[in-house]
């Protein structure tokens, strides 16, 4: 399988797939959502770790939000 074809040889790229990202987004929000709740209600985790647990629950709803703004602008663009 040689490395590269010339242009004349190369087959098209396919078009695009049309893709549900705020979906997996608002996924990914529920799942950090979901874990602040356990480590907030168990109280093992609270006291071990020093904050580690709520501070990457906290820092995974913090970039979850900001993917979901940039999702929402960038379709926005699109249309």
Known sequence: MPLFLPPSKA????PPLKTDDRRAVLVG??????????ALVVPEVRTTGEG???????AGLVLGLIA???????????R
């Not at 580690?52 to 906290?58: F, K, Y």
Request: with cysteine.
């Open 52 to 58: 580690r647990w709520l501070g990457s629950c906290v």
């Open 29 to 38: 929000l529920g799942v950090w959502a979901l874990l602040l709740v356990v």
């Open 11 to 14: 087959k098209p790229s396919p």
């Open 68 to 78: 979901l703004a940039h999702v929402h602008r960038r379709e926005r663009r699109s």
